[in-house]
């Protein structure tokens, strides 16, 4: 095999190309996982010079570079950062830009622990966190302040499925010299090129589509300059590093995201059409749909979604809901997503909605879309829904 050249090649063949290369892993396809703490050098000369790429393990092995690199290909930033779950890569990211007496915006429909993380322990730290509504583009300037050095999005919104409109906030936080920062793990870099719609630092939680197969927590951020040398030093300081197994998974992962990512689109979008045709469904949360409010967006800015929507059911009451649930067969009742398997979770978003207006009159319910043959999982969901109806 020919070394890899400058070509451009498209986001298939980086997938399978990026942060590998045989001639340097004994021919063999993938690099090999390294296990090691400690570094050793000849002399007190190469060490005082610290010769040689490595120094030690929590700095960089050739297995977080192979991760890394790849990563770098596919986000097109200027570094990336590892982090062992989706949560440090949040307070990674908000650690880099964030010092104390500033000032944070922050997405009302932000991942729950996200939203703990700013009213617990950068409160604590003496970072003030106002957050806003999803709705919010250009308006945003509004909410600034003096002070504001970071505006954060997450787009589609958590639990309900808001698109924001990411350029124009990018555009505003930056005519105030604030900072943007994303978490794209629903859309990943596959279907939302963070960096080329503004964001500064965009992270991951590599444990849902990156591992893909409900068996790691591991987390990444990609910067792109002039924030790239505050999260190699902000990482560095925290002391973050992965396990070598779980950043081999991610690697591997990696390889066969584009494919399962389609897969996991068109069966989500088609269980997604189906459930809009049921009357036990008042709505389903999905931006891919025509009728959803934040399609022009998503069909502006995405190029495609994943297997992750919601549903609002007919008013009904929480035993019904129990019915539908409790009898499914192929979804497993479980948080987290993005591995091969079907999921579904009841939820209220209410008590985590300061900002906007979240008040469905029926029951809400999160859907991932595995792998699985869709006529199998319509047909679940289909006993389910008449579950539903029966008891209600
Ligand atoms: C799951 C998730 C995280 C956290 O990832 P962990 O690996 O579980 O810590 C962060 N953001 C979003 C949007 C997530 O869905």
Known sequence: MARRGDRNYGTLTDLVTAGRDPEDSYGFVNPPVVRGSTVVWPTVADMKAARGRYTYGRRGTPTSDALSDALQTIEGGDHVALAPSGVTAVSLALLSVLSAGDHLLMVDTVYDPTRRFCDGFLKRMGIETDYYDPALGADISAHMRPNTRAVFVESPGSLTFEVQDVPAIAGAAHARGAAVIMDNTWATPLYFRAHDHGVDLSLSAGTKYLGGHADVLIGYVSATQPYAAALKATHGALGL????????????????????????????????????????????????????????????????????????????????????????????????????????????????????????????????????????????????????????
């Not at 959803?292 to 995405?302: C, E, M, N, V």
């Not at 409790?326 to 009742?333: A, I, P």
């Not at 029951?363 to 879309?369: E, M, N, Q, S, Y």
């Open 241 to 392: 590093c992965c396990g070598p197994d779980d950043m081999f998974l991610a690697l591997r992962g990696l390889r066969t995201l584009g494919v399962r990512l389609a897969h996991h689109q068109a069966s989500g979008l088609r269980v997604a059409r189906w459930l809009q045709s049921r009357p036990e469904v008042a709505r389903v949360m999905h931006p891919g749909l025509e009728n959803d409010p934040g399609h022009h967006l998503w069909k502006r800015d995405f190029s495609g979604a994943c297997g992750l929507f919601a549903l609002e059911l007919t008013p009904g009451p929480f035993e019904a809901v129990e019915a539908f649930l409790d009898g499914l067969e192929l979804f497993g009742l479980g948080y987290s997503w993005g591995g091969y398997e079907s999921l579904a979770i009841p939820y209220d978003a209410t008590p985590i909605r300061t900002a906007s207006r979240w008040a469905p009159k029926g029951p809400t319910v999160r859907l991932h879309i595995g792998l699985e043959d869709v006529e199998d999982l319509i047909a679940d969901l289909e006993a389910g829904l008449e579950r539903y109806a029966a008891a209600c």
